[in-house]
């Protein structure tokens, strides 16, 4: 069969950014975190490559996108397990312009970063085998069924009309509440809410950063399947509403505090790149920005005030950055998307004087807010009675990177970490 040898350029290179900001995450995790925990923080995140990997080749692929096991459009059967009938030189269910090995390797790499998101949640105080135990039920239970719900053939969100073109809610809503749901079954870190938690390294935060800001490009673009007009209408989408939340966010340290601040700046622009992705290839670029400005205002407020308010111990905000930033680009998808754009969207958004689409995308962030909330609460109720899920004080004072992995990101270092 002869496919498109540009589209199919434009998906490899794409897969190959994505699964890079996994790398990048831990790089952006970890210098948010105590010098101590260096080390455990990048393993508790990078490990999820060789974990989601096997596991959506041996089940995950099949289990997402394979054919609706029961009618019930929650989750597919196993026909495809271990890549069965899975091509690189034939055309899958999805697509006929590129292999069907391709696509599904593609969507590996969003099943590849959504668990490692959730352990910024969790970082400082969770044993390594109950974090590698947790992830691997977690993509069994939340991830894959949620995926095809969302974007799977016959999938239950999918069949009423909502849209998500990158994941507003299979990866950044799924991981966001379950980042909620486990810290708090988890517990606070010691100390949590008296003294004060400082990044050690915010240029190595810094670096991660950038890395996520240019696979995000090829996480929204990619996404169009090909080299064609959607995927330039989502990179622009994409450029322009992180470049509105940076500003945004800007702003709102120079009224609060007289000050800007690398850290704020940088989670701007992240929390836009959150807010865009469910919409990136429906809604109109005049929309990006309003998206883009309106989102730090909101994450800002919820990692601050409602997190201060109910005391959970969102280590590195997780929730507040995915969670609340992928309700409203849901939301905001349900305003401003356009048929005209792309078709899949039933219906134009609020904005243009339908309520059907807003009124769907309501539902589908419902189903996927109460499904990973109850699902990963299961999860970490039922890990805690059969394996040992918290590291002890003592451990937890010493650091992970030594009690968990005996290696330490700076062994030349001599002074005293708090």
Known sequence: MMFNAGDIAFVLVCTIFVFFMTPGLSLFYSGMVRRKN?????????FCCGLAIVMWFVCGYSLSFGPDAFGLGIIGDFSNAFFNGVSAFEAGPYVDNIPGALFAIFQLMFCVITPAIIVGSLSGRMRFPATFV???????LVYYPLAHMVWGDGGLIDS??????A????IHISSGVSGLVACII?????????KEYHPHNIPMFFMGAAILWAGWFAFNGGCALGANELAVQAVVNTAISS???MLSWMLMEVLLYKKVTLMGSVTGGIVGLVAITPGAGFVPFWSAIIIGALVSPICYFAMTKVKAKFGYDDSLDAFGCHGVGGIWGGIATGIFAQSSI???????????????????????????????????AVIMLVLKKVMKVRVSPEDEALGLDITEHAEQAYPAFSGIDQ
Do not use: C, E
Not at 350 to 374: C, K, M, P, R, T
């Open 186 to 194: 988890l517990g606070a870190r010691k100390g949590y809410g008296i």
């Open 38 to 46: 260096t080390i455990n923080t990048i393993m508790s995140t990078v």
């Open 134 to 140: 947790f992830v691997g039920v977690w993509l069994l």
């Open 167 to 170: 994941g507003g809610n299979v």
């Open 342 to 376: 792309n078709p899949v969207a039933q219906w134009n958004g609020l904005a243009f004087g339908d309520y059907h689409l807003f009124l769907a995308q309501l539902v589908a962030i419902l189903i996927s807010v109460v499904y990973s909330a109850v699902l990963t």
């Open 160 to 165: 009423f009309g909502a849209v998500d073109f």
């Open 243 to 245: 470049a509105a939340a």
